[in-house]
């Protein structure tokens, strides 16, 4: 899977999933841009990417929830790059709650899980379309069926908002060679359940009982789940789009 001249986008790349998918892409000799807000950990993923062929990554920091901030990834991209070929929609927020607990979760989760991947995929699209590139979605097998044991609504239907977008645009740009394509995982090990507000010890806890009821007994790692990221991004998947990828240990079996 070889990303050499190809200009990969990753949102959420200070982190997790995201901050291993632009390190893989950097393996590969893309050229990555790193969006986030944490800049001491964009400059940390920025020094992983260079070291990996020499590439220097574009770092531009966001918070997707800001318009111009979002707009402001396209405009330096293509300063810096000239072109898009990849955008990797991963930036995501896991926020707790039920139905009696208020809208404003619903706002919150939707204006980073749905909102802010519209608005940067509709400007990114133009380039896509000139590069015949694709995009990949990261949304969570919470799309399919509720978190058993932690109430994660907002959560839930942002991310069962997030596979319909990838269907209805894989159609749309189909006709464009555009392909759009979503990897969809479960529990896996990163900063995201403390990021949606349970402490380390909690996550721990959780990770432990998954351990032992997931039919492959184990959650995965964020670098496996970077790794199908690439997949569907290369040139391997040409033929995939519209697809939502599950990767979750057999979680959604449950
Ligand atoms: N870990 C899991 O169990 C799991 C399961 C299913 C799906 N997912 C999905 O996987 C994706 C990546 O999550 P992860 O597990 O890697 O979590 P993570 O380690 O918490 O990373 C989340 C990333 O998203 C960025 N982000 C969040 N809100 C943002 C905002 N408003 N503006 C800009 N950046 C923002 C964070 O940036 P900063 O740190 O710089 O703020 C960070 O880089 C998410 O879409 C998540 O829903 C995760």
Known sequence: MYFEHKVIVVTGASAGIGADAAILFAKQSAKVVLVGRNEGALINVAKKCEEAKGLKPLIVKAELTNDNDVRNIVTK???????IDVLVNNAGVGIKGGICDGVDLYDRAMATNVRAIYLLTSLATPYLVQSKGNIVNVSSIAAFKPIRDIEFLPYCISKAALDQFTRCVALELGREGVRVNS????CTKTSFLESAGYTKEQAE???KYRDTCIPLRKVAKSKEVADLILYLASDRASSITGAIFVIDNGENLM
């Open 77 to 83: 991209t293509i300063e810096n790059f000239g072109h």
């Open 183 to 186: 990897v969809s995982p479960g």
């Open 205 to 207: 806890e959780l990770y």
